[in-house]
């Protein structure tokens, strides 16, 4: 079983929908949590960057942790064409196993007009 | 691409032979990354460095050797490649460490034949 699991889609969503992204975990060691943002044939590009539970929100991106339930989310509201990437989470932790960067799959998202 | 330059871009090349991938950094960071992208396995890492002439082994090193002789460039080789490690690779640097946000390379998309 992988440390971080998230769903490769495709997710197809018409223009100005709210998307809903999400990873679960394994390990409870993890406490820092990111969103990186990938265009085809681009390196990753980090999104947003949260510590511990609760939510933290940047223009149309907000981005949820629930770490009783192990499951990260994030949100895009106003979906526009230019949001269709791939969209990799990433998480760490201070102690053990988890005091190195562990990156999702990645969720393809297709954003259509 | 916040500084980095990967090279070549692309690269085909055929079994047993050696390669190197040079990663370029323009911004003084102190760490420098190499990861394999591979379709259901996500970012992996495979070395790292944290200072001129420092390198430390990731998750999937076999295979590759790393040398950092300036600050601003870190290779990656295969000695002797294999059609496993085709792949698309990626260089990343940071200021503060593997957990401090890390700025990714445009990649170097390799075919072993």
């Known amino acids: 079983q992988k440390e971080v699991e998230q769903d490769p889609g495709p997710l197809s969503v018409p223009e100005g929908a709210i998307v809903s992204l999400n990873c679960t975990y394994s390990?409870?060691?993890?406490?820092?949590f990111m969103w990186y943002r990938q265009y085809s044939r681009k390196g990753p590009e980090l999104l947003m960057y949260?510590?511990?539970?609760g939510n933290k929100e940047d223009g149309r991106f907000t981005a949820q942790v629930d770490k009783s339930s192990k499951y990260i989310s994030l949100f895009i509201r106003d979906s526009q064409p230019s949001d269709s990437a791939t969209y990799l989470c990433?998480?760490?932790?201070?102690?053990?196993?988890?005091?190195?960067?562990?990156f999702g799959t990645g969720t393809r998202l297709q954003v259509t007009l | 691409d916040a500084g980095i330059t990967q090279s070549p871009r692309h690269k085909v090349t055929e079994t047993g032979t050696p390669v190197t991938l040079r990663c370029h950094q323009t911004?003084?960071?102190?760490?420098m990354y190499w990861y394999r992208q591979d379709p259901g396995h996500g970012l992996r890492l495979i070395h790292y460095?944290?200072?001129?002439?420092?390198?430390d082994k990731g998750e999937v090193s076999d295979g590759y050797s790393v040398s950092r002789s300036k600050t601003e460039d870190f290779l990656l080789t295969l000695e002797s490649a294999t059609s496993s490690q085709t792949s698309v690779y990626f260089c990343?640097?940071?200021?503060?460490?593997?957990?401090?946000?890390?700025?990714f390379g445009p990649g170097t998309r390799l075919t072993v034949l």
């Open positions: 460095s944290y200072g001129v002439k420092d390198t």
């Open positions: 390990n409870s060691a993890f406490q820092y």
């Open positions: 990433a998480m760490w932790g201070n102690t053990g196993t988890a005091s190195k960067l562990t």
């Open positions: 949260t510590y511990s539970s």
């Open positions: 990343a640097i940071s200021e503060r460490g593997s957990t401090d946000t890390q700025y």
């Open positions: 911004e003084n960071h102190r760490y």
